[in-house]
């Protein structure tokens, strides 16, 4: 099972709201991702989580937030968000194991986010 | 940090014909990978590829890494092949994935 899983798949939120997104493995996996991706644009990399430690933020804004309560399951807390905020926000995971063996990432379906 | 360059921006074929896409690279990469964008937004996983050649149906991928380029090859296109094409990379002082600006494909019957 290669099937990394994402809710919700479609959210529209105001300026004001707090949601949240959800993504989820069951692969072992010990590397999860959080990836924004604008229209016509390539995604970009926003967290890394490395065995349930947060170990790259790309400089990203603090109204995201995210979490990773176990090795399975990977939050991002939203709240105030922009409107350019808005886009796919995709999630994906990997081996994490650092020692050199494939560390073929897979993508969850991604959540598309409107912010009104 | 590395670059990624791929080309064509976007590409039209007519269904049967083959096609090769380009994905340049600035500095050495432990990760090189190429995805498929469909339609509706989801990333699948072509081939997991560094280095070297692997085939897997009509699609097979090149990594020559002494020359820092990757080729993806379709062969006889379908219409469901259509989308967005990316080539994602990780240096080897890196951590994570750097993607192309990916090249669109447009099959038409």
Not at chain 1, 37 to 61: C, G, H, T
Not at chain 1, 80 to 105: F, K, M
Not at chain 2, 65 to 87: K, P
Request: with cysteine; proline share 5%; aromatic share 10%.
């Amino acid at each position: 099972d290669t099937e990394v899983t994402q809710t919700p798949k479609h959210l529209v939120m105001g300026m004001t709201n707090k949601k949240s997104l959800k993504c989820e493995q069951h692969m072992g996996h010990r590397a999860m991702y959080w990836y924004k991706q604008k229209a016509k644009k390539p995604p970009e990399l926003m967290f890394v989580y490395s065995y349930e430690k947060l170990s790259i933020n790309e400089s990203v804004p603090s109204r995201f937030s995210p979490e990773c309560p176990n090795s399975s399951l990977l939050n991002l807390h939203l709240h105030a968000l922009q409107p350019e905020d808005s886009a796919l926000y995709l999630c994906a995971s990997s081996q994490g194991s650092g020692q050199g063996i494939e560390e073929t990432q897979y993508f969850g379906p991604g959540t598309r986010l409107l912010v009104l | 940090g590395i670059q990624v360059e791929q080309s064509p921006p976007d590409l039209i074929l007519q269904e049967g014909a083959n096609s090769t896409l380009r994905c340049n690279f600035s500095d050495s990469v432990n990760n090189l990978q190429w995805f498929h964008q469909n339609p509706w937004g989801q990333l699948i996983n072509l081939f997991y590829i560094p280095s070297g050649t692997k085939q897997n149906g009509r699609l097979s991928a090149t990594t020559v890494a002494t020359e820092r380029y990757s080729l993806l090859y379709i062969s006889s296109s379908q219409t469901t092949d259509s989308g967005v094409y990316f080539c994602a990379v990780e240096s080897q002082a890196g951590t994570a994935l750097i993607f192309g600006k990916g090249t669109t494909l447009s099959v038409s019957s």
